[in-house]
């Protein structure tokens, strides 16, 4: 794997300089030297000439990529006006954060639900010469396999896990945005990328079975308020009963007790308000 290295270009603002110096004795020698020395300096002057085509300019968070015949010779992080080899070709590389957005994917989830998802993914190049080279298209790469990544993950999980401890894309945020973020970088390595960040931006079941899966959420959501409330209602009922027997307010055998039982069950579960009625007799009544 070609690995990056640097090269130590010359500023360009002296080479400015230096060759405008070169030229015009180039051109005066030229001019006043005659015979065959004359050949020699025209020479001269048409290398330094050719000398002027060595200036690029690399702005801020950019690099420039260098190569000689195709063979590469380094890469260029100075920044400002710089010379070097005329010979060398320049390829820019842009080092700044940049973020791509995949588009909303329907995919699979590991449970055989189809869900729509995207995601958002910040990256930057960290190798110029890796992002040239050991890949045809570096921005197109992060885009494939960025989606590829995003792909993969909504396979393995399930949208939303039976069970709090299992991972689920809906809510185990944290623990899925650092799993597509490092999948995303174990892709990109070999481009010379690094992922800042990779966060999903949308998930939402497919239209198809969007509203059969808001039934079922509902009815979980049901089924644990109601567990919830009966856990409640019977330790109030425990309650309840505990502190009439500690305290001498009425002695209930077992049948009274499962009477009042289902009685404050009733008045603590029920959907609506329960109308009390006046029991006018003896308590066995």
Not at 74 to 79: A, C, E, M, V, W
Not at 103 to 119: F, L, Q, W
Not at 134 to 155: G, K, M, P, T
Not at 250 to 256: K, Q
């Amino acid at each position: 794997m070609l690995k990056e290295r640097m090269i130590n270009s010359k500023d360009g603002f002296g080479m400015i300089a230096v060759l405008l110096v070169l030229q015009l004795l180039m051109v005066a020698a030229v001019i006043v030297i005659p015979g065959v020395v004359k050949a020699i300096f025209l020479l001269a002057a048409i290398v330094v000439l050719v000398c002027w085509f060595g200036f690029y300019m690399v702005h801020p968070n950019q690099s420039a990529v260098l190569q000689l015949f195709g063979r590469y010779v380094g890469t260029d992080l100075n920044n400002g006006l710089r010379w070097s080899n005329p010979l060398y070709s320049k390829q820019k590389v842009s080092l700044r954060v940049r973020n791509f957005e995949s588009s909303k994917m329907k995919v699979n989830d590991s449970a055989g639900n189809p869900v729509e998802i995207a995601a958002v993914v910040v990256w930057k190049v960290v190798d110029s010469a890796e992002a040239v080279f050991e890949v045809d298209n570096y921005e197109n790469f992060v885009s494939i396999q960025s989606e590829s990544a995003i792909r993969h993950l909504a396979s393995s999980y399930a949208y939303d896990a039976g069970n709090d401890d299992d991972i689920s894309l809906r809510s185990s945020t944290d623990d899925i945005t650092e799993l597509l973020k490092n999948e995303i970088q174990a892709r990109l390595n070999k481009a010379g990328v690094q992922v800042l960040e990779a966060r999903i931006s949308h998930l939402a079941y497919a239209p198809e079975i969007a509203s059969a899966m808001l039934q079922r959420q509902q009815a979980a959501a049901i089924v644990a308020a109601r567990r919830q409330i009966v856990e409640g209602a019977v330790g109030m009922v425990e309650s309840a009963l505990e502190q009439l027997s500690a305290r001498n307010v009425v002695e209930l055998d077992d049948e009274r007790k499962a009477a009042m039982v289902g009685n404050l069950l009733v008045v603590l579960c029920g959907d609506h308000h329960v109308q009390p009625v006046l029991n006018t007799g003896s308590l066995y009544q």
